[in-house]
């Protein structure tokens, strides 16, 4: 009798073992992984600067390792805030790995450093199936992406620990249409908190630096429904062979998504990470932030 073999789930639970030694490493040495995760032209490039920039300015030992196809364009634009900046090309792969993340961090990271934020390649898609380790898993859009990104993309922002919208300061410019986002947003991933930001005018400042240091820290973290679902059917197809206790991963496979890159990697269907952190938020409890700090729900 032939044994069909998902070699895609395969290759996914391989990278979340490295993820979780990765994430023990590197948790030895007191640094906490950022994974910012969005569409090519979102501002996150802009976002990250600022916040490295202000980290810089609290005396917050940071550093980043920004990821593209080609050109080092946003490592140069990212070293002008004084951090430490590693640029890595994928020649062509759509998402970062946790090896490629361990091996660049090699003889390269700073030892005193507190966060490493990492900007994964402009993709929606790849990125959201691969863990890299990370405390803190962010999905970024833009207003002018359209108010529709979390349900087109219900795998990146329905995984993602925080959801901030960049570029705030042209909502009412492009009609942004604010209420069907957040209610886009609550579907995927119920009591996530929505910050919004503008690196124009300065709107949401320092929110990101301060929900990645208290993560870093040991605080709440919210976690989606979606990674204990999946982690549920993982668990469920007897493929985890280990237990993290601080994050709980999982993948899903949706058959309507087709997907190709290069570099021998073939996704028939979408495949979804889970993660999440020891203590969540209760369902459906939603945090907005706007420019006063002030949180609605």
């Not at 009412?172 to 986002?181: I, L, M, N, P």
């Amino acid at each position: 009798m032939c044994r069909v073999v998902d070699l895609q789930q395969a290759v996914l639970a391989k990278n979340d073992q490295c993820a979780r030694r990765l994430r023990t490493e590197l948790g030895a040495l007191g640094t906490a992984v950022v994974n910012l995760l969005s569409s090519p032209g979102s501002g996150k490039t802009a976002l990250l600067e600022a916040e490295l920039a202000l980290a810089k300015e609290r005396s917050v030992p940071v550093a980043a390792l920004t990821a593209d196809l080609a050109t080092e364009n946003d490592a140069r634009r990212l070293a002008r805030s004084g951090a430490p900046v590693k640029q890595v090309l994928t020649d062509g792969l759509c998402h970062l790995e946790a090896h490629m993340l361990g091996a660049h961090l090699e003889g390269w990271l700073p030892e005193d450093t507190r966060l490493l934020f990492v900007e994964n390649v402009g993709n929606l898609v790849c990125p959201a199936s691969y863990d890299l380790g990370e405390t803190l898993r962010v999905a970024l859009a833009a207003v002018t992406e359209g108010e529709d990104k979390p349900l087109k993309y219900p795998t990146a922002f329905g995984l993602a620990h925080l959801v901030v919208v960049t570029k705030h300061d042209l909502a009412r410019a492009v009609g942004f249409d604010e209420a069907a986002f957040l209610a886009g947003v609550r579907q995927v991933n119920p009591g996530v908190e929505v910050v919004f930001t503008s690196a124009r005018d300065g709107e949401g400042a320092g929110v990101l630096l301060d929900r990645a240091l208290a993560a870093r820290e040991g605080g709440t973290v919210h976690q989606p429904v979606m990674a204990r679902q999946l982690a549920t059917e993982r668990a469920a197809y007897g493929y985890d062979q280990e237990h993290d206790h601080a994050h709980d991963h999982g993948h899903a496979h949706d058959h309507d998504h087709g997907h190709e890159h290069a570099h021998a990697h073939e996704h028939p269907h979408e495949h979804a990470h889970a993660h999440g952190a020891d203590a969540h938020q209760p369902a459906g409890h939603e945090h907005v932030h706007h420019r006063d700090g002030a949180a609605a729900r």
